[in-house]
């Protein structure tokens, strides 16, 4: 089954839903959509919080396909509130990279336009933890 960047983009960028929850959190500023191995697509939304205990909305995604029981992950795209694409920052590169031996060839969008794609392992070069997989 193939799924198109533009799909993924769209499902993420449908998630978009600025907001304040409460006077120490906002959310869904930030959007996020991944493809699994098994080809189901979950999406999630950033939770910022004044405790610094939020969630980033690649991290929720995650969240929601380990709930449904699926740990591989082929495609990531997270969606700025401006709707452009932007990459993971360094917590979610490491939480991404811990999910499975192969997460280092997930693809990550980084320009819709030209459907320009990283592999996680140019994001995270020489990661410490490979060698916990063999």
Same mark, same amino acid.
């Given at each position: ?14 998630? #978009?839903?600025? &907001? ?5 959190? %906002? ?5 996020? *959509? #991944? ?9 999630? @939304? ?6 610094? #205990?939020?969630?980033? *909305? ?23 509130? %401006? ?7 360094? *917590? ?18 980084? %320009? ?5 794609? @990283?592999?996680?392992? *140019? ?8 060698? &916990?997989?063999?």
């Amino acid at each position: 089954m193939s799924i198109t960047w533009q799909v993924l983009y769209n499902e993420a960028k449908n998630k #978009l839903n600025p &907001r304040t929850i409460s006077p120490f959190i %906002d959310a869904g500023g930030v959007a996020a *959509a #991944l493809l699994t191995k098994g080809g189901n697509i979950y999406t999630g @939304v950033c939770i910022d919080t004044s405790c610094t #205990l939020g969630m980033c *909305a690649e991290r929720n995604a995650i969240a929601n396909m380990i709930t449904n029981g699926e740990s591989q992950i082929e495609k990531l795209v997270c969606v700025m509130g %401006d709707g452009s694409v932007g990459s993971p920052c360094g *917590a979610c590169r490491e939480y991404l990279m811990q999910l499975d031996k192969e997460s280092g060839q997930m693809e990550i969008l980084v %320009d819709l336009e030209s459907e320009k794609v @990283v592999k996680l392992s *140019a994001l995270i070069p020489d990661w410490w933890g490979t060698s &916990r997989f063999e």
